[in-house]
């Protein structure tokens, strides 16, 4: 499988561990962007010559291509955005005032990654809403029975991460999501982490809004996708504001386009709405079961080899989606992942944008490694082998 991604090739030695971050590219998305470039070139949405007809064509068709990919009923559910993060952040700010003041509550899992995070936080502070985030369990997962007892009637907001980033746990939403709308709220998810490591059907998860990124499903960098229901979008007004965005503007008016275009001021990630159609058809191509079955024997090759060496401290459980975190006593999270760099091996150290989740686990960050379609058993075999090398370097030096 390596043979369908070029870095690789220019990296052979490097075991990258990272996909959690972003993930490598196959040849096809990085063909698609250049194709784009060289043979497609025009705006969207403008102009009345062929070129740009067929380039609009195109680009329509993968807003199609993505709201089949999660089961949505219309490819008018779909905004493109420029990550998870800017999806989240204009439900955050369009949606979030029209249904949440002073008294009401928005409910998170202090598991969330920053992006789920903050705006909710932020905007409890702007309308005197209560931000209240759930307790997380031992190994820093969701809990979700701690988020059943706080959803009250005055929970308008309840947001969730469908897998969380650091111990990589997979959420049950559904039934969190129908428990909250029982009590007149919304469920808005997060799918960052879930959309190359499974299949997603937001109207079978009872999804209100959901959010995903195409460069951590093997896409380009730089765009993302927003569902929201169609009744819930119309009644959002834009938060940007320029072209491709408007009806008819009047010296001291204006009216704004249907949904989703009103979402979309100024020209769009063409080539990476391009590069997102590419990765569309690999992650649809995938047998998702397979997919799931790969994930389940790294993460659990890697917990059971990293249990084995003395002062390593694992967080999440063997249920882990595609990631696993870490810690080694004694060592900073930073230094250990400098001494893998020296061994080739790419993982991340630091807080993950996720720093309530590291006061509630007591430590300033962790190491984490997470796994693509392309990584293997000798990868993992590699960053065992290293850690362990990595402790004997550091008891060394004490």
């Not at 870095?7 to 561990?17: D, E, G, I, S, W």
């Not at 009103?262 to 997919?291: C, Q, R």
């Not at 389940?296 to 459980?317: E, M, N, S």
Request: net charge negative; hydrophobic share 45%; aromatic share 8%.
């Amino acid at each position: 499988m390596n043979d369908e991604f070029p870095f690789f090739k220019r990296h052979p030695a490097l075991t990258y561990l990272d996909s959690a971050a972003t993930s490598q590219k196959p040849q096809s998305v990085i063909d698609a962007v250049v194709a784009y470039y060289t043979e497609d070139n025009a705006n969207v949405h403008r102009g009345l010559y062929k070129l740009a007809y067929n380039t609009t064509e195109t680009y329509e068709a993968v807003r199609a291509q993505a709201a089949r990919f999660i089961n949505a009923l219309a490819a008018s559910q779909i905004v493109f955005t420029r990550s998870t993060t800017d999806g989240l952040n204009l439900v955050a700010s369009g949606f979030g005032p029209l249904v949440v003041h002073a008294g009401d509550e928005i409910l998170v899992s202090g598991a969330e990654h920053h992006s789920n995070f903050i705006p909710w936080q932020q905007l409890a502070k702007r309308t005197g809403a209560k931000f209240v985030v759930a307790p997380v369990t031992q190994a820093g997962n969701t809990d979700p029975a701690a988020i059943g007892k706080l959803l009250t009637p005055r929970t308008k907001i309840l947001a969730l991460a469908q897998v969380t980033n650091v111990a990589g746990g997979s959420v049950d939403i559904r039934p969190l999501a129908d428990e909250v709308h029982a009590n007149g709220g919304y469920m808005v998810v997060d799918g960052a982490q879930a959309v190359a490591h499974m299949k997603v059907d937001v109207q079978a998860l009872g999804a209100d809004f959901y959010a995903f990124s195409g460069h951590k499903m093997y896409g380009p960098t730089g765009i993302g996708v927003l569902y929201g229901r169609s009744e819930l979008l119309a009644q959002m007004p834009p938060v940007q504001f320029g072209g491709e965005m408007i009806d008819e503007v009047q010296d001291q008016s204006a009216t704004w386009a249907e949904v989703p275009l009103k979402f979309e001021a100024g020209t769009p990630n063409i080539a990476g709405v391009f590069g997102l159609k590419a990765a569309l058809d690999y992650v649809s191509s995938l047998d998702m079961a397979a997919v799931a079955d790969h994930d389940h024997a790294l993460v659990t090759q890697l917990r059971t080899g990293l249990a084995k060496i003395p002062g390593i401290t694992l967080y999440g459980d063997d249920q882990s989606i595609g990631i696993v975190s870490f810690n080694l006593a004694g060592v900073h999270p930073h230094d250990l992942a400098t001494v893998l760099d020296e061994a080739d091996i790419a993982v991340r150290a630091g807080h993950h944008c996720a720093q309530p989740l590291m006061a509630r686990l007591g430590v300033p960050a962790t190491v984490r490694a997470s796994f693509g379609v392309y990584n293997t058993p000798q990868d993992v075999a590699k960053l065992i082998a290293g850690v362990d090398e990595a402790r004997r370097f550091f008891h060394e030096s004490d």
